[in-house]
């Protein structure tokens, strides 16, 4: 922009302009959108921008709004449309009185738009890793290379316990398709080549929301960092090796039972019954 530094406050968020980005810095208060949140700050190359619009909002307020393009950032590719108006992190919300000097940046903006168009690859950053969160059927975690579900006992299907805990390495997927759980059936699933998907509570490859399980300031961001890694090819993140801790033993004895149950109602074999239970001990 035409001078370093300049910030424009609005509700829940504030714009840093600079000569070649924009920092988006999120309030952390208590009618924040989680989403803004969780996500804290953020830089947007000028690159990333797409149009840039100013319009009048709700109650005495004017809407600064710099849309970014397609396949820009990993975040919006990820959520793929399903963001309330009120969640879009490209949204700024100011105070009517201030129409004059937002519509100033709105042009500053403009004359910096150069590259119309998809983008060929990211321009803002993914979230940092390591990410987890709390699905209905499991929890999920992410450390920058490799996708982990373990299923909860008390959610998952048979399917899924026959199937036993899941790794994913990003090398392995060829994308993610996350469901918003503030519409019906919401879930995150890895892709996986070309093969047709199951029903989510039926898909190893798939963990699903509900209940309160894989809220949107949760799970979108864990979608995008997979996806921003899957795009790289696992090159985005390179982690430092850590020990694996043991399960709690209460946890093991709790899923031998359940596995139990499963075998004693027919639906997992003598063999399956076997050899998963040894992997489960094997974790003690």
Do not use: N
Not at 107 to 127: I, K, M, N, Q
Not at 142 to 170: E, L, N, P, Y
Not at 266 to 277: A, I, Q
């Amino acid at each position: 922009m035409s001078r370093m530094g300049d910030v424009l406050a609005g509700f829940h968020a504030a714009w840093e302009f600079e000569s070649d980005s924009v920092l988006i810095r999120y309030e952390r208060g208590i009618r924040t959108p989680k989403l803004f949140q969780a996500l804290g700050e953020r830089r947007v190359p000028l690159t990333a921008f797409e149009a840039v619009t100013l319009t009048p909002g709700k109650r005495g307020t004017v809407v600064l709004h710099a849309r970014p393009r397609p396949g820009a950032d990993p975040l919006m590719e990820a959520a793929d449309g399903q963001l309330k108006e009120t969640c879009d992190p490209y949204r700024l919300v100011l105070p009517a009185e201030r129409e004059t000097l937002a519509e100033y940046y709105a042009d500053e903006l403009r004359a910096r738009l150069s590259e119309p168009g998809p983008a060929e690859r990211f321009l803002v950053d993914a979230p940092e890793v390591p990410l987890s969160f709390k699905a209905y059927d499991g929890k999920a975690s992410f450390d920058g290379t490799t996708v982990r579900f373990r299923w909860f006992w008390t959610g998952a299907s048979s399917a899924k316990w026959k199937a036993g805990d899941q790794s994913f390495a990003v090398t392995e997927l060829s994308g993610v398709e996350w469901r918003s759980p503030e519409v019906f059936e919401g879930h995150l699933r890895l892709l996986r080549g070309e093969a047709a998907p199951q029903q989510p509570d039926q898909d190893p490859s798939t963990v699903v929301f509900g209940l309160g399980y894989g809220p949107v300031h949760q799970s979108l961001p864990f979608a995008a960092a997979v996806l921003a890694a899957v795009r790289s090819r696992g090159a985005a993140a390179v982690v430092p090796a850590v020990a694996v801790a043991r399960r709690d033993p209460a946890d093991i004895a709790e899923r031998i039972r359940h596995l139990g149950e499963l075998h004693q109602a027919g639906l997992v074999t003598d063999e399956e019954f076997s050899v998963k239970k040894a992997e489960l001990l094997a974790e003690l």
